[in-house]
């Protein structure tokens, strides 16, 4: 196939070949990570902005350090320090970056769609870096590329994600990425986080721990966000951590060869005990080293001659 | 005007005593397989680079460390096709630091996938020399590159194409000389 995506917003329209090419693409890439010299000069003269609405370290410099991999010139602009503070509007910000002419922004947003919304009016290419509850497409695609370099494959294998459900745009990124793919993906969590129409995206969902976690080849732990605590959706963390936390008894009920994975950042001692997040099955550092590959996968496709076309 | 048709230009018999000279021709140069290192180039070059590991541990009897590399990320038109192009692998698992690089690539034709090469090699390490060794020269440089082993000088012109099949068995391996099609604008 022939790579003809101009933006990557959503893995909800990415047909699997499409995924299988960025993984192809993200395996080439991670052969220069393995290099002295972690360089290639493929993306020389093109600029991508980290453009960043939203607190975040490490898929911003997870984005940077790709863009650099790729001799790209990378910008950060973060909203904190920037005029949105002085009152801009998402698009007059947009707007003024792209006058700068960047090739691709990389959007990150507390709001459903932001994303989509600035595919449409500026003329550059968009990665979606995480739009509210909605999606993270390059996490969907990492998170499929770690397991398939765990396992070897996708299909048939029962993935538990446990936790935040509710507000996790991870999860809805990897119902597509690895459902699509074939895998049997059970979703756990308190009822108040695990809204039951997810099982129309063709998840299972159970409030039991132990059922979600039984012979799974994957264990993904979510992030508990501690700020959510004030809207009580859970009467106390401790309670939260004995009922959904990932401690060795429950995790031995998995299959015996199962991985963790988290996407970070961890609440050590909260969703996952201290020693499972230090142990041989865990894939969350490989996770991080995964991103870096699929980012520079994605930012490689997207700078391609797109410039010839418009 | 000739009909524009395939012609062959060596079969598997004749590569093979091409590529057999152009091994002694390296060892000649070389003095000796010592230090010597092959990559070939994805993917034209990689089975070629194979055949003359093989032919060096028939003549010398030692291995010779031999590798690959793609040059799609070192391509000097990669924001001007119109899509990206697939990626494919490199592997170069050995040192090349002081080493007598060989380049194997199965046509030379701009010069500019070697110029692709040399820079990809340059980033795995500092190798004493490289060299460069093709089985065809079919002519047309756009950059002041020569190769050091020729198998063949096939002189073209510019619409022809020249097909080194080496994908399947080697009885199967023959170069293809595809006279100008009209069809292929250049």
């Given amino acids: 196939m022939q790579w003809r ?10 047909r699997v070949e499409e995924m299988e090419f960025v993984i192809d693409t993200a395996r080439s890439m991670e052969e220069v990570l393995t290099r002295d010299i972690k360089k290639v000069p493929a993306l020389r003269g093109k600029t991508a902005v980290n453009l960043f609405f939203e607190a975040s370290t490490r898929t911003r410099t997870s984005f940077e350090i ?5 001799s790209a010139d990378v910008v950060n602009f973060s909203a904190a320090t920037s005029s949105v503070t002085k009152g801009e509007t998402l698009l007059d910000t947009a707007r003024n970056i792209e006058a700068m002419k960047p090739n691709i922004l ?5 709001a459903s769609g932001a994303p989509h919304f600035l595919s449409q009016h500026v003329s550059c290419s968009i990665i979606n870096a995480g739009d509210g509850a909605n999606e993270h497409p390059s996490q969907g695609l990492l998170d499929l590329y770690t397991i398939l370099k765990a396992k070897g494959k996708v299909s048939g294998l029962k993935i538990a994600i446990i936790g935040d459900i509710l507000h996790s745009r991870v999860v809805r990124s990897n119902l597509h990425s690895l459902g699509r793919m074939g895998a049997k993906l059970w979703l756990c969590g308190p009822s108040t986080l695990v809204p039951k129409e997810m099982e129309r995206a063709g998840a299972r969902v159970t409030y039991d721990m132990r059922e979600a976690v039984r012979d799974a080849d994957v264990v993904m732990m979510l992030r508990i966000q501690l700020e959510r605590q004030k809207t009580a959706y859970f009467p106390s963390l401790r309670e939260y951590s004995r009922m959904f936390g990932l401690s060795r008894a429950v995790f031995s009920l998995a299959k015996e060869d199962a991985v963790i994975m988290h996407p970070g950042p961890i609440n050590r001692g909260v969703e996952l005990s201290d020693d499972l997040a230090d142990s041989a099955q865990s894939r969350i550092l490989n996770q991080v080293e995964s991103g870096v590959a699929v980012r520079m996968a994605l930012l490689y496709l997207l700078a391609g001659g797109h410039d010839a076309a418009h | 005007m000739k009909k524009p048709g395939k012609k062959v230009i060596l079969d598997s018999k004749g590569m093979e005593r091409v590529l057999s000279r152009l091994t ?15 990559v070939g180039i994805w993917s034209g070059g990689v089975p070629l680079s194979k055949f003359i590991q093989e032919k060096i541990r028939a003549i010398e009897g030692v291995e010779v460390p031999a590798g690959f590399v793609d040059i799609t990320l070192y391509r000097d038109d990669l924001s001007r096709a119109g899509y990206q192009p697939r990626l494919k692998r490199t592997e170069i698992p050995f040192s090349i630091d002081e080493k007598k690089v060989i380049l194997v690539d199965d046509v030379l034709f701009t010069g500019r996938t070697i110029r692709a090469a040399m820079d990809a090699l340059i980033d795995f390490g500092r190798p004493k020399n490289i060299q460069l060794a093709v089985l065809i020269d079919r002519g047309h440089r756009e950059l002041p590159i020569r190769a050091d082993y020729v198998g063949r000088n096939v002189p073209t012109s510019r619409s022809e194409t020249v097909d080194v099949m080496v994908q399947g068995g080697r009885e199967e391996w023959k170069v293809v000389l595809n006279e100008a099609a009209p069809a292929r604008g250049e």
Wanted: charged fraction near 35%; charge should be positive.
């Fill in chain 1, 106 to 110: 990389v959007v990150r947003h507390p």
């Fill in chain 2, 24 to 38: 002694h021709e390296i060892l000649e140069k070389n003095k000796g397989a010592e230090d010597l290192a092959l």
């Fill in chain 1, 66 to 70: 790709a863009g650099k991999r790729l």
């Fill in chain 1, 5 to 14: 995506r101009r933006h990557v917003l959503g893995l909800a329209d990415f």
